[in-house]
Protein backbone atom coordinates (compact mmCIF):
# COMPACT_ATOMS: atom_id res chain seq x y z
CA UNK A 1 0.00 0.00 0.00
CA UNK A 2 1.23 3.38 -0.53
CA UNK A 3 1.35 6.25 1.18
CA UNK A 4 1.92 9.90 1.00
CA UNK A 5 3.11 10.60 4.49
CA UNK A 6 1.75 13.37 6.54
CA UNK A 7 3.19 12.85 10.39
CA UNK A 8 5.72 14.68 11.77
CA UNK A 9 9.64 13.56 11.84
CA UNK A 10 12.98 15.38 12.58
CA UNK A 11 12.15 17.90 10.24
CA UNK A 12 12.98 22.03 10.54
CA UNK A 13 10.09 22.70 8.77
CA UNK A 14 7.12 20.43 8.18
CA UNK A 15 4.99 21.54 4.91
CA UNK A 16 2.98 18.83 5.39
CA UNK A 17 1.98 19.17 9.00
CA UNK A 18 1.31 23.09 8.97
CA UNK A 19 0.85 24.91 11.65
CA UNK A 20 -3.05 26.60 11.95
CA UNK A 21 -3.05 29.94 11.30
CA UNK A 22 -6.13 30.21 9.11
CA UNK A 23 -8.39 28.96 11.22
CA UNK A 24 -7.69 29.61 15.40
CA UNK A 25 -10.43 29.90 17.25
CA UNK A 26 -10.73 33.19 19.16
CA UNK A 27 -14.19 33.99 21.34
CA UNK A 28 -17.25 34.84 19.25
CA UNK A 29 -17.20 38.43 20.92
CA UNK A 30 -14.10 38.95 18.81
CA UNK A 31 -16.29 39.98 15.50
CA UNK A 32 -14.05 42.26 13.62
CA UNK A 33 -12.01 41.09 10.99
CA UNK A 34 -9.29 44.44 9.45
CA UNK A 35 -8.31 41.32 6.77
CA UNK A 36 -7.14 42.64 3.57
CA UNK A 37 -9.49 41.75 0.47
CA UNK A 38 -7.79 39.12 -1.81
CA UNK A 39 -5.15 38.06 1.06
CA UNK A 40 -6.86 35.62 3.55
CA UNK A 41 -4.41 33.96 5.95
CA UNK A 42 -3.86 30.41 4.73
CA UNK A 43 -1.79 27.96 6.90
CA UNK A 44 1.09 28.00 4.33
CA UNK A 45 1.58 31.46 3.20
CA UNK A 46 1.76 32.68 6.83
CA UNK A 47 4.25 29.77 6.78
CA UNK A 48 6.03 31.26 4.82
CA UNK A 49 5.86 35.12 6.46
CA UNK A 50 7.09 33.49 9.80
CA UNK A 51 10.45 32.30 7.47
CA UNK A 52 10.71 35.58 5.95
CA UNK A 53 10.26 37.36 9.57
CA UNK A 54 12.89 35.80 11.27
CA UNK A 55 15.35 35.78 7.97
CA UNK A 56 18.28 38.79 8.47
CA UNK A 57 19.02 38.25 4.67
CA UNK A 58 16.49 40.70 4.23
CA UNK A 59 18.38 43.05 5.99
CA UNK A 60 21.03 44.66 3.86
CA UNK A 61 23.74 43.51 5.94
CA UNK A 62 21.85 40.19 7.35
CA UNK A 63 22.38 41.51 10.76
CA UNK A 64 18.84 42.26 11.38
CA UNK A 65 14.71 40.67 10.69
CA UNK A 66 11.56 41.44 11.69
CA UNK A 67 12.19 39.69 14.56
CA UNK A 68 14.90 41.71 15.69
CA UNK A 69 12.87 44.63 16.47
CA UNK A 70 9.65 42.70 17.15
CA UNK A 71 10.66 39.73 19.49
CA UNK A 72 7.99 37.35 20.48
CA UNK A 73 8.72 36.67 24.46
CA UNK A 74 7.80 41.01 25.08
CA UNK A 75 4.66 40.58 22.64
CA UNK A 76 6.46 41.29 19.64
CA UNK A 77 7.39 44.17 20.58
CA UNK A 78 11.56 44.88 22.14
CA UNK A 79 13.09 46.20 25.49
CA UNK A 80 15.25 48.78 23.65
CA UNK A 81 13.36 52.50 23.49
CA UNK A 82 14.97 52.49 20.05
CA UNK A 83 15.51 49.48 18.28
CA UNK A 84 18.59 48.76 16.91
CA UNK A 85 18.91 48.54 12.54
CA UNK A 86 21.57 48.50 9.98
CA UNK A 87 22.20 52.03 10.39
CA UNK A 88 21.77 53.08 13.43
CA UNK A 89 18.73 53.30 15.98
CA UNK A 90 14.88 53.46 14.87
CA UNK A 91 12.84 56.81 15.66
CA UNK A 92 10.04 55.63 17.26
CA UNK A 93 9.79 52.55 19.78
CA UNK A 94 8.48 49.32 17.95
CA UNK A 95 4.67 48.89 18.33
CA UNK A 96 3.37 45.44 19.85
CA UNK A 97 2.29 43.09 16.72
CA UNK A 98 -0.92 41.67 18.87
CA UNK A 99 -4.28 41.43 17.33
CA UNK A 100 -3.38 43.48 14.62
CA UNK A 101 -5.88 41.39 12.33
CA UNK A 102 -9.01 42.38 14.75
CA UNK A 103 -8.24 46.19 15.47
CA UNK A 104 -10.89 48.78 14.32
CA UNK A 105 -7.99 50.72 13.13
CA UNK A 106 -7.04 49.37 9.72
CA UNK A 107 -4.05 51.49 9.08
CA UNK A 108 -0.40 50.96 10.18
CA UNK A 109 2.50 52.90 11.85
CA UNK A 110 2.30 55.35 14.85
CA UNK A 111 1.27 57.69 12.33
CA UNK A 112 -1.25 55.72 10.36
CA UNK A 113 0.94 56.16 7.03
CA UNK A 114 0.82 52.41 5.98
CA UNK A 115 -2.77 52.25 4.22
CA UNK A 116 -2.49 48.22 5.06
CA UNK A 117 0.06 45.51 6.84
CA UNK A 118 0.52 44.41 3.45
CA UNK A 119 2.02 47.84 2.62
CA UNK A 120 3.25 48.50 6.22
CA UNK A 121 5.13 45.02 5.99
CA UNK A 122 8.02 46.01 3.56
CA UNK A 123 8.63 49.61 4.95
CA UNK A 124 11.30 48.52 7.31
CA UNK A 125 12.99 46.81 4.46
CA UNK A 126 13.23 49.82 2.48
CA UNK A 127 14.31 51.95 5.50
CA UNK A 128 17.49 53.13 5.40
CA UNK A 129 17.98 53.33 9.13
CA UNK A 130 16.07 49.70 9.86
CA UNK A 131 16.97 47.57 7.45
CA UNK A 132 18.73 49.08 4.54
CA UNK A 133 17.11 48.47 0.92
CA UNK A 134 16.51 51.61 0.50
CA UNK A 135 17.83 52.75 -2.70
CA UNK A 136 19.33 56.12 -1.42
CA UNK A 137 22.79 57.22 0.50
CA UNK A 138 24.43 54.30 -1.10
CA UNK A 139 21.89 51.83 -0.18
CA UNK A 140 20.80 48.55 -2.59
CA UNK A 141 17.17 48.95 -3.44
CA UNK A 142 14.12 46.57 -3.18
CA UNK A 143 14.70 45.12 -6.32
CA UNK A 144 18.66 44.15 -4.98
CA UNK A 145 16.84 42.20 -2.20
CA UNK A 146 14.51 40.41 -4.76
CA UNK A 147 18.01 39.06 -6.59
CA UNK A 148 19.23 37.97 -3.76
CA UNK A 149 16.15 36.37 -2.64
CA UNK A 150 16.07 34.52 -5.99
CA UNK A 151 19.43 32.87 -5.87
CA UNK A 152 18.34 31.44 -2.46
CA UNK A 153 17.16 27.71 -3.41
CA UNK A 154 15.15 27.02 -0.19
CA UNK A 155 12.76 30.07 -1.12
CA UNK A 156 12.18 29.24 -4.43
CA UNK A 157 11.29 25.97 -2.89
CA UNK A 158 9.07 27.62 -0.69
CA UNK A 159 7.44 30.17 -2.43
CA UNK A 160 6.55 27.73 -5.45
CA UNK A 161 4.87 25.56 -2.37
CA UNK A 162 2.76 28.62 -1.76
CA UNK A 163 2.20 30.17 -4.97
CA UNK A 164 2.49 27.63 -7.83
CA UNK A 165 5.77 28.95 -9.18
CA UNK A 166 9.25 30.13 -8.11
CA UNK A 167 9.02 34.09 -8.85
CA UNK A 168 9.71 36.07 -5.45
CA UNK A 169 7.82 39.95 -6.01
CA UNK A 170 7.22 42.29 -3.78
CA UNK A 171 3.62 42.18 -3.56
CA UNK A 172 4.12 38.25 -2.86
CA UNK A 173 6.64 38.75 0.19
CA UNK A 174 4.30 41.44 1.18
CA UNK A 175 1.08 39.08 1.38
CA UNK A 176 2.96 36.48 3.43
CA UNK A 177 4.29 38.77 5.70
CA UNK A 178 0.91 40.47 6.24
CA UNK A 179 0.05 36.82 7.00
CA UNK A 180 1.66 36.21 9.66
CA UNK A 181 1.43 39.27 11.30
CA UNK A 182 -2.11 38.96 11.13
CA UNK A 183 -2.20 35.63 12.71
CA UNK A 184 -0.42 36.67 15.81
CA UNK A 185 -3.38 36.72 18.43
CA UNK A 186 -4.01 36.80 22.07
CA UNK A 187 -7.16 35.66 23.63
CA UNK A 188 -6.03 33.76 26.94
CA UNK A 189 -6.45 36.11 29.03
CA UNK A 190 -7.79 36.70 32.30
CA UNK A 191 -9.93 38.92 31.05
CA UNK A 192 -11.12 36.71 28.43
CA UNK A 193 -12.18 33.71 30.90
CA UNK A 194 -14.17 36.42 32.72
CA UNK A 195 -15.81 38.08 29.48
CA UNK A 196 -16.54 34.18 28.62
CA UNK A 197 -19.35 34.14 31.40
CA UNK A 198 -20.66 37.47 31.35
CA UNK A 199 -20.55 40.74 29.86
CA UNK A 200 -18.34 43.36 30.51
CA UNK A 201 -21.29 46.04 32.12
CA UNK A 202 -20.76 43.31 35.19
CA UNK A 203 -18.88 42.35 37.33
CA UNK A 204 -15.94 38.89 36.65
CA UNK A 205 -16.20 36.09 39.12
CA UNK A 206 -12.75 35.37 38.31
CA UNK A 207 -11.91 39.04 38.93
CA UNK A 208 -10.63 40.14 42.48
CA UNK A 209 -12.32 43.18 44.00
CA UNK A 210 -9.57 46.08 42.97
CA UNK A 211 -9.90 43.95 39.27
CA UNK A 212 -13.56 44.90 38.70
CA UNK A 213 -13.29 48.39 40.25
CA UNK A 214 -10.56 49.04 37.47
CA UNK A 215 -12.59 47.37 34.85
CA UNK A 216 -15.69 49.71 35.56
CA UNK A 217 -13.16 52.75 36.28
CA UNK A 218 -11.85 52.08 32.50
CA UNK A 219 -15.45 51.19 30.74
CA UNK A 220 -17.26 54.11 32.87
CA UNK A 221 -16.81 57.70 31.16
CA UNK A 222 -15.69 60.78 33.39
CA UNK A 223 -18.94 62.08 34.13
CA UNK A 224 -20.41 58.38 35.26
CA UNK A 225 -17.95 58.15 37.55
CA UNK A 226 -14.78 56.65 35.34
CA UNK A 227 -11.90 57.17 33.76
CA UNK A 228 -12.83 56.97 29.94
CA UNK A 229 -10.56 54.84 29.15
CA UNK A 230 -13.03 52.83 26.98
CA UNK A 231 -13.46 55.71 24.65
CA UNK A 232 -10.58 55.11 22.62
CA UNK A 233 -9.83 51.93 23.65
CA UNK A 234 -13.24 49.99 23.38
CA UNK A 235 -13.55 46.43 24.56
CA UNK A 236 -13.23 43.66 24.12
CA UNK A 237 -10.70 44.08 21.42
CA UNK A 238 -8.75 47.13 23.24
CA UNK A 239 -7.94 48.54 19.69
CA UNK A 240 -7.70 52.27 19.26
CA UNK A 241 -10.67 54.39 18.05
CA UNK A 242 -9.91 55.70 14.50
CA UNK A 243 -10.93 58.68 14.66
CA UNK A 244 -8.44 59.48 17.71
CA UNK A 245 -6.07 62.66 17.99
CA UNK A 246 -3.08 62.74 19.65
CA UNK A 247 -2.50 61.47 23.05
CA UNK A 248 -0.24 64.42 24.53
CA UNK A 249 2.88 62.33 24.17
CA UNK A 250 4.38 64.51 21.43
CA UNK A 251 7.76 63.96 22.21
CA UNK A 252 10.53 62.53 19.83
CA UNK A 253 12.92 59.98 20.77
CA UNK A 254 16.53 61.85 20.89
CA UNK A 255 14.22 65.54 21.54
CA UNK A 256 11.86 67.54 18.97
CA UNK A 257 8.56 67.15 18.72
CA UNK A 258 6.06 65.19 16.72
CA UNK A 259 2.31 65.54 16.27
CA UNK A 260 1.63 62.58 13.93
CA UNK A 261 1.06 59.96 16.40
CA UNK A 262 -2.31 59.31 16.37
CA UNK A 263 -2.44 55.33 16.58
CA UNK A 264 -1.31 52.78 19.09
CA UNK A 265 -1.30 48.60 19.23
CA UNK A 266 -4.01 47.15 21.14
CA UNK A 267 -3.69 47.17 24.80
CA UNK A 268 -3.91 43.52 25.38
CA UNK A 269 -0.38 42.61 26.21
CA UNK A 270 1.04 45.64 28.46
CA UNK A 271 3.43 43.62 30.17
CA UNK A 272 4.33 39.99 30.47
CA UNK A 273 2.69 37.08 31.99
CA UNK A 274 4.80 37.50 35.01
CA UNK A 275 4.53 41.07 35.02
CA UNK A 276 7.63 41.55 33.46
CA UNK A 277 8.16 45.09 30.77
CA UNK A 278 7.51 44.40 27.24
CA UNK A 279 9.04 47.35 27.10
CA UNK A 280 8.15 51.18 27.45
CA UNK A 281 4.93 52.41 26.52
CA UNK A 282 4.08 55.07 23.81
CA UNK A 283 6.18 56.40 20.98
CA UNK A 284 8.89 56.98 22.47
CA UNK A 285 9.13 54.07 25.32
CA UNK A 286 8.75 56.91 27.69
CA UNK A 287 6.49 54.98 30.40
CA UNK A 288 8.12 52.30 31.73
CA UNK A 289 5.61 51.21 33.95
CA UNK A 290 1.40 51.18 34.19
CA UNK A 291 1.28 53.51 36.80
CA UNK A 292 3.11 55.89 35.14
CA UNK A 293 0.89 55.71 32.01
CA UNK A 294 -2.15 56.19 33.93
CA UNK A 295 -0.70 59.37 35.92
CA UNK A 296 -0.02 60.68 32.80
CA UNK A 297 -4.34 60.29 31.57
CA UNK A 298 -5.14 61.26 34.99
CA UNK A 299 -3.28 64.65 34.89
CA UNK A 300 -2.78 65.16 30.78
CA UNK A 301 0.40 67.93 31.27
CA UNK A 302 -1.11 70.24 28.04
CA UNK A 303 -3.19 71.13 25.24
CA UNK A 304 -1.12 70.35 22.37
CA UNK A 305 -1.57 70.49 18.25
CA UNK A 306 -3.91 67.79 17.18
CA UNK A 307 -4.54 66.10 20.83
CA UNK A 308 -7.68 64.15 21.03
CA UNK A 309 -10.67 66.01 22.64
CA UNK A 310 -11.80 63.65 24.40
CA UNK A 311 -8.76 64.61 26.74
CA UNK A 312 -9.45 67.73 27.53
CA UNK A 313 -12.17 69.81 29.40
CA UNK A 314 -14.08 73.45 28.86
CA UNK A 315 -12.12 75.80 30.53
CA UNK A 316 -11.48 79.67 30.42
CA UNK A 317 -10.23 80.30 27.02
CA UNK A 318 -10.90 77.28 25.60
CA UNK A 319 -10.25 73.60 25.89
CA UNK A 320 -7.84 73.00 29.27
CA UNK A 321 -6.16 69.71 30.13
CA UNK A 322 -8.24 66.75 31.59
CA UNK A 323 -8.17 66.06 35.18
CA UNK A 324 -9.74 63.35 36.41
CA UNK A 325 -8.61 63.14 39.57
CA UNK A 326 -8.29 59.39 40.13
CA UNK A 327 -7.15 58.95 43.52
CA UNK A 328 -3.99 56.63 44.17
CA UNK A 329 -6.46 53.50 44.80
CA UNK A 330 -7.96 54.27 42.00
CA UNK A 331 -5.03 54.40 39.68
CA UNK A 332 -3.91 50.99 41.52
CA UNK A 333 -7.20 49.32 40.46
CA UNK A 334 -7.05 50.17 36.77
CA UNK A 335 -3.32 49.10 36.62
CA UNK A 336 -4.73 45.53 37.83
CA UNK A 337 -7.18 45.60 35.07
CA UNK A 338 -4.73 46.59 32.65
CA UNK A 339 -3.02 43.24 33.85
CA UNK A 340 -5.44 40.62 33.32
CA UNK A 341 -5.56 41.64 29.53
CA UNK A 342 -2.32 39.87 29.06
CA UNK A 343 -2.45 35.99 27.82
CA UNK A 344 0.05 33.32 28.04
CA UNK A 345 0.13 31.44 24.51
CA UNK A 346 1.73 34.10 21.81
CA UNK A 347 4.83 34.09 24.26
CA UNK A 348 6.00 30.75 23.99
CA UNK A 349 3.89 28.89 21.21
CA UNK A 350 6.02 27.44 18.15
CA UNK A 351 3.78 28.50 15.42
CA UNK A 352 5.30 32.06 16.19
CA UNK A 353 8.70 31.36 16.90
CA UNK A 354 11.67 31.10 14.68
CA UNK A 355 12.30 28.55 12.41
CA UNK A 356 15.89 28.26 12.57
CA UNK A 357 18.02 26.81 14.18
CA UNK A 358 20.86 28.29 16.24
CA UNK A 359 23.20 28.51 13.11
CA UNK A 360 20.62 30.22 11.15
CA UNK A 361 19.67 27.50 8.97
CA UNK A 362 16.21 25.97 7.97
CA UNK A 363 17.14 22.14 8.13
CA UNK A 364 15.03 20.02 5.96
CA UNK A 365 12.12 21.57 4.50
CA UNK A 366 9.33 18.62 4.06
CA UNK A 367 7.14 19.82 0.91
CA UNK A 368 3.32 19.91 1.08
CA UNK A 369 1.77 16.24 -0.11
CA UNK A 370 -1.32 18.21 -1.26
CA UNK A 371 1.28 19.22 -4.63
CA UNK A 372 2.29 15.52 -4.64
CA UNK A 373 0.66 13.54 -7.70
CA UNK A 374 0.54 9.48 -7.18
CA UNK A 375 0.12 7.41 -10.80
CA UNK A 376 0.25 3.82 -12.05
CA UNK A 377 2.69 3.54 -14.18
CA UNK A 378 3.36 0.13 -16.40
CA UNK A 379 6.27 -1.35 -16.43
CA UNK A 380 7.63 -5.17 -18.09
CA UNK A 381 9.37 -5.23 -14.59
CA UNK A 382 6.23 -5.19 -12.30
CA UNK A 383 3.81 -2.91 -11.59
CA UNK A 384 5.22 0.41 -10.67
CA UNK A 385 3.53 3.90 -9.33
CA UNK A 386 5.03 7.41 -10.61
CA UNK A 387 5.12 9.70 -7.45
CA UNK A 388 6.05 13.48 -8.95
CA UNK A 389 5.25 17.30 -7.65
CA UNK A 390 5.96 20.59 -9.37
CA UNK A 391 8.93 21.71 -8.56
CA UNK A 392 11.71 24.55 -9.23
CA UNK A 393 13.33 23.49 -12.01
CA UNK A 394 17.18 21.60 -12.08
CA UNK A 395 17.02 21.92 -8.28
CA UNK A 396 17.77 18.90 -6.26
CA UNK A 397 15.57 17.44 -3.89
CA UNK A 398 15.53 14.62 -1.30
CA UNK A 399 12.74 11.89 -2.24
CA UNK A 400 12.27 9.90 1.34
CA UNK A 401 10.83 6.49 1.88
CA UNK A 402 9.62 4.45 5.12
CA UNK A 403 7.14 1.97 6.15
CA UNK A 404 7.51 3.05 10.02
CA UNK A 405 7.62 6.66 9.65
CA UNK A 406 10.42 6.79 11.49
CA UNK A 407 13.54 5.48 9.50
CA UNK A 408 13.16 7.13 6.07
CA UNK A 409 14.99 5.97 3.12
CA UNK A 410 16.18 8.82 0.88
CA UNK A 411 17.40 9.47 -2.78
CA UNK A 412 18.83 12.75 -4.19
CA UNK A 413 16.06 13.18 -7.44
CA UNK A 414 16.84 16.61 -9.51
CA UNK A 415 14.22 18.64 -10.72
CA UNK A 416 13.57 18.69 -14.77
CA UNK A 417 13.48 21.84 -16.60
CA UNK A 418 10.30 21.60 -17.05
CA UNK A 419 9.82 21.92 -13.26
CA UNK A 420 9.17 18.31 -12.79
CA UNK A 421 10.21 16.23 -10.06
CA UNK A 422 9.21 12.49 -10.06
CA UNK A 423 10.57 8.90 -8.81
CA UNK A 424 9.17 5.51 -9.95
CA UNK A 425 8.50 2.95 -7.15
CA UNK A 426 7.73 -0.46 -7.10
CA UNK A 427 4.16 -1.55 -5.81
CA UNK A 428 4.98 -4.57 -3.88
CA UNK A 429 1.69 -5.74 -1.87
CA UNK A 430 3.13 -8.15 -0.12
CA UNK A 431 5.70 -5.56 1.55
CA UNK A 432 2.71 -3.67 3.23
CA UNK A 433 1.80 -0.15 3.90
CA UNK A 434 5.02 2.49 2.62
CA UNK A 435 4.84 6.16 2.97
CA UNK A 436 6.68 8.63 0.04
CA UNK A 437 7.57 12.22 0.24
CA UNK A 438 9.75 14.42 -0.95
CA UNK A 439 11.87 17.02 0.98
CA UNK A 440 14.04 19.71 0.21
CA UNK A 441 17.52 19.87 2.30
CA UNK A 442 18.27 23.66 2.60
CA UNK A 443 22.46 24.47 2.44
CA UNK A 444 22.30 21.12 -0.27
CA UNK A 445 22.50 17.68 0.36
Known amino acids: MLLLATLPVSAELDLT ?12 YITRDNTTAGNPIT ?21 VSCASCHRQERAFSDTATASVGVAGTTGRHSMRLINSRFANERRFFWDERAATLEAQTTQPVRDHTEMGFSGTLGDPGFADLVTRLTAVE ?3 VLFTAVYGDPAITETRIQRALA ?34 NGKALFLNPPGAGGA ?48 QSNGGMMHTAQFATLAQVIAHYNAIPAVVQGIDPRLTRPGPG ?55 RMTPHSDPGGPMMRVSMTAVPNVTYVFQSSVNLSDWDETPVTAAANGTVEVLVPVDPAEGQAYYRFAYLAGGL
Open 318 to 372: GPQPQRLNLTTNQQNDIAAFLRTLTGSSVYTAAKWSSPFDPSGALGLIVLPSEGV
Open 228 to 275: GCAGCHAPPEFDIDPNSGNNGVVGVIGGGTDFTVTRSPTLRDLVGPGG
Open 43 to 63: NLGATLGRVMFYDKRLSRNET
Open 179 to 212: QFVRSIQSFDSKYDVGRSQVGDGQPFPNFTASEN
Open 154 to 156: EYK
Open 17 to 28: RLEEYANQPRPA
